[in-house]
Each structure stands twice: as C-alpha cells, then as structure tokens.
T-cell receptor
C-alpha cells in the first residue's frame, strides 16, 4: 500500500473551513484514499473515502487531484469538537487482507 | 449503523495475571476484525487480523502466545493478554470490517480499552 505524507499539525479557527492535505505520490490505480480521525482517548472514527472522484458526506468533503497524487480533506465549518488527529490512509480496495496502516497523522487544533 | 463496542473500557490488573478484552460488532456481521495497540503520543499499531472461524494472523514482532485472539462468531472477537507485565500497559483498540456496507473495506473502530498493569 502507498505511503502518505501529512503535516504534523495544523490550527484552524472555529467556524472556518479546515483543509487537511495529504500527499500520496506513489498511489496506484486500484488504491483508495481513506480518512479517519481520532479524538483524544477514543477509537478512530471513519470520515470518508474515495478512489478518484471528489466525495462529500455529512462530515466532510474529499478532494482528490486529477493525477491522484494528493488529496485534501475539508471540514466546512470546523468546531471545537473537530480537534483530533486526522489520518490519511491509502490502501488497495480489493485487497483480501483489509489491513489499515496508520501513520502519524495531522493533529488539528480548532481554536475559538 | 456500523457500531463496534469494546468491553471493558478500562482495566487495571496485577503483573502476571491475564486480561480478556471483548470486541463486538453490534449491528453488522464482521468476518474480519483487527486488533491495534496504541502507546501514549504514538499512532495505532496493528497487532493482528482476526478472521471468524480461523486462526489469527499476527504482525511481525507480536507474540501470538502472549496475545491470544479468538474470533468464534461473526460478531465477537476477544483478545487475551496473558501474563501481563507493566510494558503491556497500553490502549487496545479493535476494528471490524463490514463487507455488507460497500465493496471496499471500510473499517469501524471500537472505543478502545485502556489496560494498566501494576
């Protein structure tokens, strides 16, 4: 599975959009981009995933570049409860192992 | 939907004792469950993959005789930490994969179990 690179930390003002980047330059054609977040002392929470089209759900939007080498997770109106570590994971959607390998993620601090 | 529970949420035990942690998928059947461990200020580390009705597959460096995994039903997997020592103190998290939701392998995580070994 392709490796990902994320900034270590980011700040965002409450009510503003939080844009979290992820580089995955070695992604292959059948690999999906997954985003999870982990609020302190809790299990990770699934946010969104995509293959090549942009995706939106009730939590966030996922923008994947045309060459698929990078993506951005967008939280449209960040709240204090969005403070968490955000993980971008790339993996083969048809893999039988189903393993998710977590990197260090981006610590997002939403400030009042 | 896609709720995963863990029990207990925290446990304190004496060194040398064994501790069992349960992971349940509440509203879906999970043929595959995963166990992770997380030390303070670190990321999640995959320990093992648990498939219903078969032996677990352990990641390199994880002692299978120390971390016993049983996945006897489609909704329950257990992790037993045998002869626990203080260095086993950690946050243990399980996840379950619901193939029924979509054809990709989105995993849903439990809330975690904080183990402290004295």
């Amino acid at each position: 599975d392709a490796k990902t690179t994320q900034p270590t930390s980011m700040d965002c003002a409450e009510g503003r959009a939080a844009n979290l980047p992820c580089n995955h330059s070695t992604i292959s054609g059948n690999e999906y981009v997954y985003w999870y977040r982990q609020i302190h002392s809790q299990g990770p929470q699934y946010i969104i995933h995509g293959l090549k089209n942009n995706e939106t759900n009730e939590m966030a939007s996922l923008i994947i570049t045309e060459d698929r080498k990078s993506s951005t997770l967008i939280l449209p109106h960040a709240t204090l409860r969005d403070t968490a570590v955000y993980y971008c994971i790339v993996r083969n959607g048809s893999s039988n192992t189903g393993k998710l390998i977590f990197g260090q993620g981006t610590t997002l601090q939403v400030k009042p | 939907g896609a709720v995963v529970s863990q029990h207990p949420s925290w446990v304190i035990c004496k060194s040398g004792t064994s501790v069992k942690i349960e992971c349940r998928s509440l509203d879906f059947q999970a043929t595959t469950m995963f166990w992770y461990r997380q030390f303070p200020k670190q990321s999640l580390m995959l320990m093992a993959t648990s498939n219903e009705g078969s032996k677990a597959t352990y990641e390199q460096g994880v002692e299978k005789d120390k971390f016993l995994i049983n996945h006897a039903s489609l909704t329950l997997s257990t992790l037993t930490v045998t002869s626990a020592h203080p260095e086993d103190s950690s946050f243990y998290i399980c996840s379950a994969k619901d193939w029924g939701l979509d054809y990709t392998d989105t995993q849903y995580f439990g809330p975690g179990t904080r183990l402290t070994v004295l």
